[in-house]
């Protein structure tokens, strides 16, 4: 429609109120009933539209439509429990009410993946010997499939030998896909195991059968590091448990009584800080387990951690994640221990600082991690004073930008003083404080800052989120799934002549369900602020930047290039705003770097910046050239550096990276003959020391727990030596 303005032009109010006022002259508004109410009432000066109002507006809309079942469908995929109280919701009644006992089960991803393990078939094994779930004897799964029987038998044996309670639960040609949907295959057995003496009877069989072992937990990574057709899997979750809703391992619920794999207890041993205190966690413990754990014994936590809870230690650790705050290297350099058990099947503990450069980062290839020792700080409590500003104002642009190139949209005049105040205070949140990140979600015209400082002092410290917002965060991603798989907002977009008109409404729902009011809570809970994002599927490329020096004073941080990244990211969003690919925020945190070998902030001794754009997964199909154009554009950055070097833009191990392009060739190619080629080499000088000690070599390494992707990458090619 001639004189539309585009997100460039209009404010968000100003799109929304041209979806409102076009949908009063469509005939799709029958489609989409009561929405136009819902905007007019945010539009309206003198009604306070409020998250709850906002989000039930919508979801009362897709509810009543005639034409779309998004809703219903949708609603169909939770449990009894969950569906009543979203019904509630929708309905208007008090979500203070409809919160009290609320249990959020697992994601629908999570639940997705088990749903295809339990249409397999499957035997459970313990010292009794193995039980069928559909009823074969010994002999007729004999008949059918003679190594299975014998796996089982040997599983079975070997719990009965050495007196093992536990059992094993093993899964026959169980499909596997992990939960960002780019990676499936179909392991010959998958395994879920409780004990370590099960995970080491898996590979002791597998060494019997020359099969490799890959490990998971909730599968949270987009990255080539799971396992492969034919081979074993093992599940680092208790799927027995999970399969029950509401699922214990995530959200606030008491837990049942931990496996062995997911033990948590404070053990000897002089921590290298003084005052820090050294934990044995099961590689299976999650995120979620950890925080309540902490939360409840009040004296240690952990400094740093992801924001979502529904992940594994040992998830974490193997490719290297991170937090976020200057002063802190990733969660792998927190690492005192591994425990693991190797490719001949014995259990091996590496503790030497220099082996653990390589064995707290190593992808799963040394063995199947157990347990690991990490080291804690003495609880801090995280004073959280969340903002929503202009983007203007949030990460300044950075110097030489001119104003035309700012969208009109963003623009906030500012005198060259106040500009210099933003910098100021964009550079001391940078640089000084315990945890600092940027979100900015697409066309919204403010961003949040999630900027924070930490206190030994505990007055008035309070348990966040309480029931109430992890409800309400639930409900938010409710309805972002609604809004992304709804069919009806393609509709609206041709209906009011707007490409940004169902991006608009998601990125304002987003915006409304992120806090904005100050709270002092533990540092463990502010880490895992989110509690319910692993709901909403996404795609995701992040990359980590190393820090660069004044010119004038080279001890002190040059944020121009971080700044750079930052607005050409912007920009790109905007360029593509005729398919809107990017649905998600912006995400950007400033850490520190890393003594770890394979970490993307290894060598950053100023800090590394870790920035990402994310998108919904409906999105996918207009997703890769938009993200290979943000990619272009940070890797131009790498000649920023004003010593003239060559600056090593990584990308995080655990996200997209293995389909993109950098210099006209495969990423990946890039990445072992040109940026990591000493590291990788390095990396495997390290690992032989640790074999020389403990009786294996990168030959079993590559059999045991590679995959062709791995082996490829570490082993140039070859089955490792």
Known sequence: MAGTPSAWEAPVDERIKIIRDRLSEADFAQEVPGLKDVLDDYLNPDTDTTRVIFHRGLLQ???????????????????????????????????????????MGPSLGAREEMDLLHRAERVEVSAAGPVHVDGLSSDELKKRDSLFHKFVHTLADFFHIHKEKAAVTVYKDAQFQNWGLNITNQPLYTCVPTTVEGVIRIVKFAKEQKLSVRCAGFRHSWAPIFGENGQIFISLLDLKTATHLPNTTSLPFPESKPNALESIEVVPGAARAKGNTLVRVGAAVTNERLRRWCVKNKKITLPINVIMVEITLGGSNAPICHGSGRRHQTLSDLVRAVEYVDANGHLRTVNKPEHLRAAAGCFGLMGVVTHLVLELQPMTYADMKPEKIPVMQAVPPPPGMADSDIPKALFVHRTPEQRAKDQEIFERRATDDFYSEWFWFPYSDYSWVNCWSDTTDSKDVKAFPDDLHIFLAFVQTFTMNV???????????????????????????????????????????????????????????????????????????????????????????YKYSETCPMRMPLEMRIMGGSDIIMAPQRGNSLGTCSIEVLTLYAARDVWHGFAQEVLDGWMKLRDADPQGRKLDIRPHWAKEWKEFRVDGKPWPQVLRDQVYKDEIKEFNDTLSAIGKEHGWTREDLAKRFGNEFLVWFFFGGEKGK
Do not use: C
């Open 61 to 103: 809309t897709f509810k009543k439509s005639q034409t779309d079942f998004t809703y219903e469908n949708l609603l169909d995929k939770y449990s009894d429990d969950e569906k009543s109280r979203l019904e509630k919701f929708v309905n208007g009644e008090d979500p203070a009410d409809i919160s009290k006992g609320f249990v």
């Open 483 to 573: 809004l992304q798989m709804t069919p009806l907002l393609g509709k609206l977009i041709d209906a009011v002549h707007l490409n940004e008109a169902a991006v608009t409404l998601i990125s304002r729902a987003a915006m409304f369900a992120l806090p904005e009011k100050p709270v002092k809570t533990y540092l463990t809970d502010a880490l895992h602020f989110q509690r319910a994002i692993q709901n909403v599927r996404v795609r995701d490329i992040e990359v980590e930047m190393p820090l660069l020096p004044k010119k004038e004073d080279p001890k002190k941080v040059d944020y121009t290039f971080v700044q750079k990244a930052w607005w050409d990211a912007i920009l790109t969003v």
